[in-house]
């Protein structure tokens, strides 16, 4: 498997805005233009955002869908929940269900009906607590940093998997085993982590939201053209919670106060990485 996160060697201008901005120290500089650390590196993607020369890139998979697509066997494209936050330009989210159908797929779903799923699941793990503390993410990032820097945390990570390999799950019982899953998201470290599911989870193909557009563009595919579509059954209840802040807890109404609550929440790269050694200071 190819490196995810790649500098080009010619674009870089040394500006050392990719090494103040990775969280894990996984950039360095040689043979005068940064280079990505893969023993090191999370996949997080912060680096490829703030490349202003744009040198850092991950790896496409455009014309792997289109194969996929391309192929005699069903293919799903199960679209993550902040999909709407990401296209705010497409007026109703029936016009973009209707986009991504005519760029040739069979089914189009929303991968909230398996982010309930799993927020079920949380909370019939934090239900049955028997006084081990677990570490819940549906971001590859964290489990990969807890992996390389934490590895004594490794068996206080949640043994759930993240909500779109539930979906993948769910799309081969209802529309067939044979069924081809492309993952649609804004999460640049899900390439790599849906590799590592088989069997009735594995996920086929993964594309960011950046490449989303530009299929859509090299199709002339815009809502101009095309009627109102609904997501395929099943449908999501409040996993379209999923892109807030909590959203999963608040997916299942899991207890949140500050006095009676049990669970510390964290957003963004300083949270994260404080929380762990709070995690790992209060546990430990």
Known sequence: MSQLVVVDPDKCNLSFTCIRVCPVKAIKIEDNHAKVVAERCVDCGHCVTVCAQNAISYRQEKDRVRDLIGSDKPTAAICDPSISGEFVDISDFRKFVAMIRALGFDYVLDTAFGVDLIAYKYKDL???????????????????????????????????????????????????????????????????????????????????????????????????????????????????????????????????????GDIISANGKTDFLQSIEEFKRETG
């Open 126 to 260: 934090l239900n049955d607590f028997h006084g081990k503390y677990y570490i819940h993410t549906v971001c590859p990032p964290v489990p990969w940093f807890v992996e390389k820097f934490h590895p004594e945390l490794v068996e206080n990570l949640a043994p759930l998997v993240p909500p779109y390999v539930a979906m993948a799950k769910v799309v081969r019982e209802m529309y067939g085993h044979d069924a081809q899953v492309v993952y649609i998201t804004s999460c640049v470290a899900a390439k790599d982590d849906a590799r590592m599911h088989k069997e009735s989870g594995r996920v086929d193909g993964v594309i960011t939201f950046v490449e989303l557009r530009e299929m859509f563009e090299e199709n002339g595919i815009s809502e101009n053209f095309v009627e109102f579509s609904d997501f395929d059954p099943p449908v999501g209840r409040k996993g379209g919670l999923f892109p807030i802040r909590r959203g999963m807890l608040q997916a299942v109404d899991i207890n949140q106060e500050l006095l009676s």
